[in-house]
C-alpha cells in the first residue's frame, strides 16, 4: 500500500481473508515472510499479517524511522483494513515497535514473545553482557558512529550465524534445522535486501530511550519467556520488569523451553490472542 509521502509499506499474510486480522512485528533484520503457526490459522479464523518494516523487504527506506514513525505507518496499515485496534503479536527486536503501535493505540492486545527491553534502564545496569552494555551506550552517545560501525559488517548470512552462536541448545534445535532454518535465512536476506540501513535504524531506535510511558498501555499484554532463553539481546529478566510496568500483562515463563515460543507455542499464543479478540 502508498502511505503518506508516496512510500510504500509492503508485508506478508497467510490465513483466511476474511479471519480476524493479527498483526505480527518480526525480529531484528527479518523481512515479514517467516510467520509462525500458520497450520492454525483457518482453525482459528485468523489472518496473519507481517509487515516490513522501512528499508527491510519490499518497504520503502525511511531516513528518520523512529518507533513512533513506524508506529504511524502501522496505524495506517490498520486504518487501510477498515479497523481502529488489532491484535499484534511482536517477537525479539518487535517488541518496542509493539509497544509504540500500542501506546498510539493501534493495538487491542499484546503478546510480545522473547522480546527485548529498555536496557538503558538502571536496573540492567549490572545484568548485562559487557557487549550488550557497550552497544546501549554507543548508541546513545553517538548515534551516527553506532550507525556507521553496524552498517560496516551487518550481513543476513553472518547474522543468521550470529543467531545461532548466542542461542541455547533449545533453541538451535529450531533455528538450525530444516526446513525452518532456510526460511529464516530467506526472511533476513529478504530483509536485507535494500542493504543493512533498515535493520541498522531498527536497532539504534531499539537500544535508545523508547519515549512510551508503558504505564499508560491498558490493553492486554501476555508476556511469553522461555527460562532456556540464551540471547543476551531479550529482556534480561525474562519479562519480570516489563511486567510490573505494564498495568495489564500477565506473565507467561516457561522455564524447560528457549526463546523460540513464537513457534514451539505458536497454537497457545495465537489461542489467546483470538479469545482476547472475542472479547473485545
Partial sequence: MALAGSRVFAWSEWGPVTGTPVLFLTGAGMAGTLGFGLEHLEKLNLRLIAPDRPGLGASSPDPDKSLASVARDVGELVANLGLVGIPVVAFSQGAPFAFAAAASGTASSLAIVSGQDEFY???????????????????????????????GFAEPDGFYDLVLSMSSPEDRSVYGVEPFAAAYRHALREGFRQGPKGYVLDTLAALRPWCIDLGMINCPVSLWYGGKDGSPVHSPDFGLSLASRLPNASRRF????????????????LSELATTSDND
Avoid at 552517545?141 to 560501525?149: I, L, N, Q, R, W
Avoid at 516457561?254 to 499464543?269: H, Q, V
Fill in 121 to 151: 534502564r538502571p536496573e540492567f545496569a549490572d545484568g548485562l553482557p559487557d557487549q550488550v552494555r557497550d552497544m546501549t551506550r554507543h548508541a546513545q552517545e553517538d548515534p551516527a558512529g553506532f550507525s556507521a560501525m553496524l552498517e
Fill in 254 to 269: 516457561i522455564p524447560e523451553e528457549g526463546g523460540a515460543l513464537l513457534w514451539t507455542r505458536s497454537l497457545d499464543i
